[in-house]
């Protein structure tokens, strides 16, 4: 009697699962273009590690408000993956290297909200809605000389992840984009 | 008397007192109940020092993790954040 409850019960808990595993980006084939990177960065927090990062954050920056925000916008976040590299030179790296990334994307669920393409560089910014939330967050930005991947998975407000630069979170040394045709 | 009758005087065989091997060992024996309460002392110090030791390092090491996944993640979003508005920007100035 308890086996033939348990076994649908299981089956259901896995296909519950299912989708959401399905959907959740896998950055994959970029593994070979550190070696070639001047700067490379290289991030993975799961739901774990981005709840003693949101513990941390809010103990040690108590008295200003990025702690406090910095903090909301992990809450709700269940893993992050980044990886960036910067070169010296162009052509590092091939179109090519990003289709496995890009063929998930195209998969139902995913949907591209922002795209800005030239002859040089590209970006890309792709969300996944579940019940009228963000559920996941993908960035591919490809220029010249820099590659960078992001994936966010859980809900989030991009309106207060792009206010971060604005409450003080110091921006990332890029390098000097005059000149640059967009 | 010469040295050497001295000498065997002194060193004669003479047989113990009666009960001097019982009291050899009955002395021998550590005593119980001077010797317990020290002892236990010791290991309750040793076992408390050596709970501390290993919980102070279980934090120790919890927070550097925090620490660093803290870092982490701050990089990780000023990145998200900084590719976000850099795509939001071209966009507003193709459309202008």
Redesign the interface.
């Known amino acids: 009697m308890r086996r033939t409850l348990l076994i649908p019960f299981i089956a259901v808990c896995v296909a519950s699962r299912l989708p959401a595993q399905l959907l959740q980006l896998r950055i994959t084939g970029l593994d070979g273009l550190a070696s070639k990177a001047t700067e490379s960065a290289d991030i993975t927090l799961d739901s774990n590690l981005l709840q003693m990062a949101a513990g941390f954050l809010a103990g040690a920056d108590k008295e200003n408000k990025d702690g406090e925000t910095l903090k909301q916008l992990l809450t709700g976040l269940k893993a992050i993956t980044v990886r960036s590299f910067k070169f010296k030179e162009s052509g590092q790296y091939r179109r090519e290297d990003l289709e496995p990334i890009r063929a998930q994307l195209r998969s139902p669920g995913w949907s591209k909200i922002i795209s800005s393409q030239t002859k040089e560089e590209s970006s890309e910014i792709y969300t996944r809605i579940e019940r009228g939330k963000v559920a996941g967050f993908a960035i591919i930005a490809a220029e010249p000389k820099e590659l960078t991947i992001v994936a966010i998975e859980g809900s989030i407000n991009l309106n207060d992840l792009s206010k971060l630069k604005a409450l003080g979170v110091p921006s990332i040394p890029v390098p000097d984009k005059k000149g640059k045709q967009e | 008397m010469n040295l050497e009758d001295e000498l065997r005087a002194a060193l004669r065989r003479e047989d113990p007192s009666l009960g001097f091997a019982k009291r050899v060992v009955a002395r021998a024996k550590p005593s119980p109940q001077s010797n317990r309460p020290i002892f236990r002392m010791a290991w309750a110090v040793a076992i408390a020092a050596m709970l501390l030791i290993g919980l102070t390092a279980t934090y120790e090491a919890?927070?550097m993790?925090?620490?660093r996944?803290?870092r982490?993640?701050?990089?990780?979003?000023?990145?998200?954040?900084?590719?976000?508005?850099?795509?939001?920007e071209?966009?507003v100035?193709?459309e202008n």
């Open positions: 919890r927070q993790k925090a620490e996944a803290g982490d993640a701050v990089m990780a979003l000023r990145i998200a954040a900084d590719k976000l508005n850099n795509a939001r071209k966009v100035r193709r």
